[in-house]
């Protein structure tokens, strides 16, 4: 059985972004992994309800996705508007899918509050950023699926050869 990974949709091409555009990643290996059926499509905050295009959102006062899911921080829209229920939920169904169709890695949108996972953006929306992951990374990290940013895909291209080496020699 291939090593299954669960995608950002606005990677793949999907205009689902809060902008209501996508942020194709272009790379024979998405390319090949798609064929090969590899690929679990996911825009986590369209799984929990939310409309494209929707204001900007950000995890307030510097806090973490880890955080958010703790419940000691909030993600806030630039209207301010609390929408963390729908994150939290957001990233439950990301989970939920990920566990379901045996993804073991993920290949998230950078930045974002929900799928960043080098960086997020500090909630001051002034594109100041902070490392830390989204509170969707920050959920499939702590369910054991190993996370990656769109910026990562040589490290993940690495991950996936390196397994699939080491179950062909238990073979």
């Given at each position: 059985m291939q090593n299954r990974i669960l995608v950002s949709a606005c990677l793949m091409g999907h205009a689902v972004r809060y902008d209501g555009r996508a942020k194709p990643l272009l790379h024979p290996a998405t390319d090949r992994w798609r064929a090969e059926?590899?690929?679990?499509?996911?825009?986590?905050?369209?799984?929990?309800?939310?409309?494209v295009p929707r204001p900007?959102?950000?995890?307030a006062g510097a806090a973490t996705g880890?955080?958010?899911?703790?419940?000691?921080?909030?993600?806030?829209e630039i209207t301010g508007g609390d929408v963390t229920e729908d994150f939290v939920q957001a990233a439950e169904n990301a989970v939920a899918l990920a566990r379901q169709a045996g993804c073991r890695y993920a290949l998230l949108i950078d930045g974002s509050p929900s799928c960043g996972s080098a960086f997020i953006y500090d909630g001051s929306f002034s594109g100041r950023r902070q490392a830390g992951n989204g509170v969707t990374a920050?959920?499939?990290?702590?369910?054991?699926?190993?996370?990656?940013?769109?910026r990562e895909i040589e490290r993940l291209i690495e991950r996936v050869a390196e397994l699939e080496s080491d179950a062909a020699a238990g073979a």
């Amino acid at each position: 059985m291939q090593n299954r990974i669960l995608v950002s949709a606005c990677l793949m091409g999907h205009a689902v972004r809060y902008d209501g555009r996508a942020k194709p990643l272009l790379h024979p290996a998405t390319d090949r992994w798609r064929a090969e059926g590899r690929l679990v499509t996911i825009c986590p905050e369209m799984s929990a309800g939310m409309q494209v295009p929707r204001p900007p959102a950000e995890i307030a006062g510097a806090a973490t996705g880890e955080e958010v899911l703790a419940g000691t921080a909030r993600v806030v829209e630039i209207t301010g508007g609390d929408v963390t229920e729908d994150f939290v939920q957001a990233a439950e169904n990301a989970v939920a899918l990920a566990r379901q169709a045996g993804c073991r890695y993920a290949l998230l949108i950078d930045g974002s509050p929900s799928c960043g996972s080098a960086f997020i953006y500090d909630g001051s929306f002034s594109g100041r950023r902070q490392a830390g992951n989204g509170v969707t990374a920050a959920a499939l990290k702590a369910a054991g699926i190993e996370v990656f940013s769109d910026r990562e895909i040589e490290r993940l291209i690495e991950r996936v050869a390196e397994l699939e080496s080491d179950a062909a020699a238990g073979a």
